[in-house]
């Protein structure tokens, strides 16, 4: 026997406001219904200190979920900064809501405990990456986007430069883009409060999606660098991944895994957009590249995690992660 509409309406007229309650707590968001990502804290670029040049001056705490980490963890492994900075991995814990440590860090059994006891006001969310001084007792930065930038900068890195000042202008000029319409885009779609937010979001970021592919289908058929900085394979047109490439990975590695059953991202499917496609699998196959990828995490803490989203925690079946990196995507039907 169906319920009654009344019924049905009441209970959807309670759900709603309960929804947005918590989508409230999950992120911020404008007078239009647009996600705002809060504004972090330790975001601003040290100079490189001393302990730079001492092996385990400093940690690089990471979660396996998160893609700003990620972003963060690729970076390190790209730049061969492993004899100099030590990684810590923390883990979610869905019911505090928070990042905890395997095992006690510095004293400290949550992230959170590490960002209260380096100085952070009360009510801030301690949130991954995070690069931590032993020596100073304190969290030095926190923003990944200037993250990357300090880890490409390391004294020590054997790694190749990925901000090369021949093809900076470019570089910078996706990074930018992609910070905005694909790498907050997809949050900006999974997180809003009303449909017109949703729209704007989706149309963005699958038109920098279309237009990534573009320029990447234009450098593999030119693999030299040109003097404007067109031509080389990877999205900058830089002979060697950047850090715009870096950006986007994490984001994309993660698309249909979880950001198009969960955030609504599912207009056009990756293998659509076949440069882009032939792009994530050769840098996928970047010596490192693959250790940072933890695809069993992904579904498990974005699906387990973000209740306001899915509320019965059941993790999907999805694609294996070995079918998403192939050299070649599906053959067109």
Do not use: K
């Amino acid at each position: 026997m169906a319920p009654p509409a009344a019924l049905v309406r009441g209970v959807r007229h309670f759900w709603h406001c309960q929804w947005r309650q918590l989508m409230a707590g999950l992120g911020p968001a404008d007078a239009q219904g647009r996600y705002v990502r809060p504004a972090p804290v330790f975001a601003t670029l040290p100079p490189l200190s001393a302990d730079a040049g001492r092996p385990g001056g400093h940690v690089l705490i990471v979660g396996r979920s998160c893609p700003w980490a990620h972003r963060a963890w690729i970076t390190w492994t790209l730049r061969g900064l492993q004899p100099w900075v030590d990684l810590q991995l923390v883990e979610p814990d869905p019911q505090a809501g928070r990042w905890r440590f395997p095992q006690p860090f510095e004293g400290c059994a949550t992230l959170l405990d590490l960002y209260r006891r380096s100085g952070a006001p009360a009510g801030t969310r301690a949130t991954v990456p995070a690069l931590y001084s032993p020596r100073g007792q304190t969290i030095v930065l926190s923003e990944s986007a200037r993250l990357i930038e300090l880890l490409n900068a390391w004294p020590q890195a054997t790694g190749p430069d990925l901000a090369p000042e021949t093809h900076r202008v470019a570089i910078e000029a996706w990074r930018q883009r992609l910070q905005g319409e694909v790498n907050d885009g997809v949050y900006r779609c999974g997180f809003a409060r009303t449909q017109a937010a949703y729209d704007e979001a989706e149309a963005a970021l699958f038109q920098c999606l279309e237009d990534a592919d573009r320029s990447l289908t234009v450098a593999e058929a030119n693999p030299s660098p040109g003097p404007e900085g067109v031509g080389g394979p990877w999205l900058a047109g830089t002979p060697q991944p950047s850090l715009a490439d870096v950006v986007l990975f994490p984001t994309l590695i993660r698309l249909e895994m979880v950001y198009s059953p969960l955030f609504g991202c599912s207009r056009r499917p990756l293998w659509q957009f076949p440069a882009l496609w032939r792009w994530r699998s050769r840098f996928y196959g970047l010596p490192g590249v693959a250790a940072t990828c933890a695809s069993e995490h992904w579904r498990r803490d974005y699906f387990g995690s973000l209740f306001p989203l899915h509320p019965s925690g059941i993790v999907p079946a999805g694609p294996d992660l070995s079918t998403l990196v192939q050299a070649q995507p599906p053959a067109l039907p």
